[in-house]
Nanobody
């Protein structure tokens, strides 16, 4: 069992920045597939960014490419989502997800077993 704890959500103005954090409760020698998802009111949950923690390649939704960046700190067992030039349409509850290997980084939420409780991002124009 892996517990994920997110933090960093806040209310910001459009054009601002935030950094979301997701800390896993235990280390995995083989790493995890981890991702950030978001769900806005009245909309389905969508993938934002994902990666395998043992590799440096990250994958992003088209809507956030060039604005959001994933980073992983192995020592802190934490996945970060750096959000720059935030837009009002980025307003959503953001969730961290993880899956143990064998896995592949994916934007499909059903491929992840472990989920955090969510952190709210609200963007005003």
């Amino acid at each position: 069992q892996v517990e994920l704890v997110e933090s960093g959500g806040d209310s910001v103005q459009a054009g601002g920045s935030l950094r979301l954090s997701c800390t896993a409760s235990r280390h995995s020698y083989n790493g995890y597939c981890m991702g950030w998802f978001r769900q806005a009111p009245g909309k389905e949950r969508e993938g934002v960014a994902t990666r395998y923690t043992g590799e440096s390649t990250s994958y992003y939704a088209d809507s956030v490419k060039g604005r959001f960046t994933l980073a992983h700190d192995h020592g802190k067992n934490t996945l970060y989502l750096q959000m720059n030039n935030i837009l009002p349409e980025d307003t959503a509850m953001y969730y961290c997800a993880a899956e143990t290997p064998p896995c592949r980084p994916t934007m499909t939420d059903t491929k992840y077993t472990f989920w955090g409780q969510g952190t709210q991002v609200t963007v005003s124009s």
